[in-house]
T-cell receptor, first 114, second 115 residues
């Protein structure tokens, strides 16, 4: 059972446009929500993260919006650039046994067209 | 330079052979993890270790084994019992404090191909 559901599977955006990737979760015990960026043949790298008592976090062109009541969070990439073309994973950190374990979405392949 | 190293980058194995993937970190992190990544899929947890000399099975541990004899090392053995071992394997570590910002940092990965 997928604990974190991510959409869309792939996304094509024009340079300068806004890329939006959505994630939803069920477990209200999750306490930390990171986003990772992965380039082909490389390991994922932490991009930005948010905790559930905050509704929005912005770092440069990247913003996480968090809706605790809807159990949804999203990544917005403003002014998307060809260098942003990568696969993006959302994740949620568990609680209890294996409290540091991350549950990952299935990933979104973003392509930014020049 | 702090970080996580995985070796080798590419690994080829014949069917029926065991193979060990190396993961080393110099971040002084307590927790370490192994994931498997297949095309078009997310990361699936194989094993994790919260502390030296202790480890737990993840979602897909069958056909894999690990050890954690040192804090900085967490090798993964892919045994002949793993039915479909061809994949990209990622090692990660985290401080293990459970506080905000305690997230996982990944190595560059090892691509295993069974011939």
């Amino acid at each position: 059972q997928q604990q974190v559901k991510q959409s869309p599977q792939s996304l094509i955006v024009q340079k300068g446009g806004i890329s939006i990737i959505n994630c939803a979760y069920e477990n209200t015990a999750f306490d930390y929500f990171p986003w990772y960026q992965q380039f082909p043949g490389k390991g994922p790298a932490l991009l930005i993260a948010i905790r559930p008592d905050v509704s929005e976090k912005k770092e440069g062109r990247f913003t996480i919006s968090f809706n605790k009541s809807a159990k949804q969070f999203s990544l917005h990439i403003m002014d998307s650039q060809p260098g942003d073309s990568a696969t993006y994973f959302c994740a949620a950190r568990g609680a209890g046994t294996g409290a540091n374990n991350l549950f990952f979405g299935t990933g979104t392949r973003l392509t930014v067209i020049p | 330079d702090g970080g996580i190293t995985q070796s080798p980058k590419y690994l080829f194995r014949k069917e029926g052979q065991n193979v060990t993937l190396s993961c080393e970190q110099n971040l002084n992190h307590d927790a370490m993890y192994w994931y498997r990544q297949d095309p078009g899929q997310g990361l699936r947890l194989i094993y994790y270790s919260q502390i030296v000399n202790d480890f737990q099975k993840g979602d897909i541990a069958e056909g894999y084994s690990v050890s954690r004899e040192k804090k900085e090392s967490f090798p993964l053995t892919v045994t002949s019992a793993q039915k479909n071992p061809t994949a990209f394997y990622l090692c990660a570590s985290s401080p293990g404090t459970g506080q905000f910002g305690d997230t996982q940092y990944f190595g560059p990965g090892t691509r295993l191909t069974v011939l």
